[in-house]
């Protein structure tokens, strides 16, 4: 049974930095491409970031220059570098699978990021 365990949420300052981290179990990590997910309070899940199985990137508009995702695939454990955190970012983050290109696995327990003053 695959699973994701998401740490690194908090309470940030805008303006502030957090990483997030993405551990999987029993599936093969390496052969997928993985995504950064976040779902605010009445909003949708969303797409942020996320990085195929060789390393090509791609971020939500609202992410460029401010997000990097990053993937060690040794430790079956993706990242995510958020910089120049707004109040919009408040939202609770998750990572799966790239769902434009493959089904999901079941969802962590997600991590809280809270951006305010």
């Known amino acids: 049974q695959a699973q994701f365990v998401e740490s690194g949420g908090g309470l940030v300052q805008p303006g502030g930095s957090l990483r997030l981290s993405c551990t999987a179990s029993?599936?093969?990590?390496?052969?997928?491409?993985m995504g950064w997910y976040r779902q605010a309070p009445g909003k949708q899940r969303e797409l942020v970031a996320a990085?195929?199985?060789?390393?090509?990137?791609y971020y939500v508009d609202s992410g460029k220059g401010r997000f990097t995702i990053s993937r060690d695939n040794a430790k079956n454990t993706v990242y995510l570098q958020m910089n120049s955190l707004r109040p919009e970012d408040t939202a609770v983050y998750y990572c799966n699978r790239d769902m434009r290109l493959q089904g999901r696995l079941p969802w962590g327990q997600g991590t809280q990021v809270t951006v305010s003053s």
């Open positions: 990085i195929s199985s060789g390393g090509n990137t």
């Open positions: 029993g599936t093969i990590f390496s052969l997928y491409a």
